[in-house]
């Protein structure tokens, strides 16, 4: 399974593959697919959104560029730089901090603060009239309270 073909890789690289080349780009876009899948979420095959398979393109584009993941080559007066590349990325199938976080927010799974509505279940007891603060333990200090202030539900 796959979110892009072996053909629209090709374009994107310009050029045609080998034998060896294209197994190598299936294989690659296969796993490019699976991270996608876990930094968002699973997408239908034949319909994945267009940016999340112009990031598994791009992922694999680079890596078919630089199979080897070297960060530096030289050949007499000229020096290539991959600056991109480094670490245990480098030579892998990998999407940028940046290329997560899209398909973080691409799948709904942005972090942030949220709310939730909360609504009591079931008959609720009313609280005496002389019952208005108290203190609750605070979880990992001993001795220590804070408090808790309790609103009655029903006029006295």
Do not use: C
């Amino acid at each position: 399974m796959a979110y892009a073909s072996l053909d629209e890789l090709t374009e994107r690289l310009g050029r045609t593959l080998d034998e060896a080349e294209e197994l190598m780009a299936e294989a690659a876009l296969e796993d490019a697919t699976a991270l996608a899948m876990e930094y968002g979420r699973e997408w239908p095959e034949d319909d994945p959104p267009r940016l999340v398979k112009t990031l598994v393109l791009r992922s694999v584009r680079r890596y078919m560029e630089n199979p080897d993941g070297f960060t530096t080559s030289r050949a007499g007066d000229e020096t290539v730089q991959w600056s991109d590349a480094h670490g245990r990325d480098a030579g892998s199938v990998y999407f940028t901090r940046d290329e997560q976080a899209l398909l973080k927010g691409l799948a709904g799974r942005t972090p942030g603060l949220m709310s939730a509505s909360v609504s009591a279940w079931g008959p609720q007891r009313p609280l005496p009239r002389d019952v208005t603060a108290g203190y609750v333990p605070a979880a990992g200090m001993p001795h220590s309270e804070i408090p808790y202030f309790a609103h009655p539900t029903e006029p006295w």
